[in-house]
Nanobody
């Protein structure tokens, strides 16, 4: 049983930084891409960032490009999301997700479909 556990989020002031982590366990053998999504109250879950299994390709939503950075440490089975220059509109529950890196991943990585496993989510609140 695959289990993804996000680190605790928190309350931060606008302009500050926060780093989230997503630790994976029980993953079957295979090449897994990992992504971060977020969901604000009353809104749909949206793509934030994704990284390929080998860490060579990284993708970002336009809204976070230049402020957020995704990385992975496979020795620790952990993917990180460094969030800098946080804005009030970054307030949301953040979810990590994993899915096998099939050719379709490179087409649909911004959607929820490629991801089979999801974490429970962690709240990030940015005060203005």
């Amino acid at each position: 049983q695959v289990r993804l556990v996000e680190s605790e989020g928190g309350l931060v002031q606008a302009g500050n930084s926060l780093k989230l982590s997503c630790s994976a366990s029980g993953r079957p053998y295979g090449r897994y891409a990992t992504a971060w999504f977020r969901q604000a109250p009353g809104k749909e879950r949206e793509f934030v960032s994704a990284v390929t299994w080998n860490g060579l390709r990284k993708y970002y939503a336009d809204s976070v490009k230049g402020r957020f950075a995704i990385s992975r440490d496979d020795d620790k089975n952990t993917v990180y999301l460094q969030m800098n220059s946080l804005k009030f509109e970054d307030t949301a529950v953040y979810y990590c997700a994993e899915g096998l890196e099939t050719p379709d991943f490179f087409v649909y990585y911004r959607q929820k479909d490629p991801y089979d496993f999801w974490g429970q989510g962690t709240q990030v609140t940015v005060s203005s």
